[in-house]
């Protein structure tokens, strides 16, 4: 059974930075490509970083270049973001799948996903 689990969310302050963690399980981890993902209340589901070890290819969306890292370690995937903004507040996800090259960080598609995480920056 695939798993997923996020942690790592919370309330920060504008400018402050929360690492989050995406433990995983149930998959052949090398093989897919992991992702995070965030939806605003309100708004479309929206990717933010995703990550492929077997194409050697991580991908971020504009607003999380230079700001958020994503990387992996056995079988979890981190999402380090700094200079966080208000606008980053949302319920933040991550999922699995082996998605086509040109929709690597595109929600619809991917199958498997976690509870979320919620994070909230106060100005």
């Known amino acids: 059974e695939v798993q997923l689990v996020e942690s790592g969310g919370g309330l920060v302050q504008a400018g402050g930075s929360l690492r989050l963690s995406c433990a995983t399980s149930?998959?052949?981890?090398?093989?897919?490509?992991i992702g995070w993902f965030r939806q605003a209340p309100g708004k479309e589901r929206e990717g933010v970083s995703c990550?492929?070890?077997?194409?050697?290819r991580t991908w971020y969306a504009d607003s999380a270049k230079g700001r958020f890292i994503i990387s992996r370690d056995a079988n979890t995937v981190y999402l380090q973001m700094n200079g966080l903004r208000p606008e980053d507040t949302a319920v933040y996800y991550c999922?699995?799948?082996?998605?086509?090259?040109?929709?690597?960080?595109?929600?619809?598609?991917?199958?498997?996903w976690g509870q979320g995480t919620r994070v909230t920056v106060s100005s």
């Open positions: 990550i492929s070890s077997a194409l050697g």
């Open positions: 999922a699995a799948d082996v998605p086509p090259v040109q929709n690597m960080c595109s929600p619809p598609a991917y199958d498997y």
């Open positions: 149930g998959f052949a981890f090398d093989d897919y490509v």
